[in-house]
């Protein structure tokens, strides 16, 4: 069984920066790889991919806004990702989930369908 627990959120100033930290604990059955995404929902919107990193090379993909202000890193020892979030702005407010998926292949994907273990997410609150 895997967990997930985010970590990190809060309320922070427009042009401020907050660090939002997923830790996994468990295994699952698979490849060995796996793609970990943030996604986030603000209320009375529909859930989005914010960025996703692969445990094979690391590498990342974006949603178009967080292009620039946002990186994903992680720790793949730990099963630690950490989502750097700078010069965020109100939209940015939302709750943030972390999730992952087994991914053999090596590039991830915002597809909600893809992530089979969620985490019960963060918020944050820019203003």
């Known amino acids: 069984q895997v967990q997930l627990v985010e970590s990190g959120g809060g309320s922070v100033r427009t042009g401020g920066s907050l660090t939002l930290s997923c830790a996994v604990s468990g295994n699952g059955d698979g490849s060995g790889y796996w793609c970990t995404g943030w996604f986030r929902q603000a209320p009375g919107q529909e859930r989005e991919g914010v960025a996703a990193?692969?445990?094979?090379?690391?590498?990342?993909i974006y949603m178009d806004s967080a292009k620039g202000r946002f990186t994903i890193s992680q720790d793949v020892a730990s099963k630690t990702v950490v989502l750097q979030m700078n010069s965020l702005k109100t939209e940015d407010t939302a709750m943030y989930h972390c999730a992952v998926y087994d991914a053999y292949e090596g590039r991830c994907s915002f597809r909600e369908d893809f992530y089979d273990y969620w985490g019960p997410g963060t918020q944050v609150t820019v203003s």
């Open positions: 990193i692969y445990s094979g090379d690391g590498s990342t």
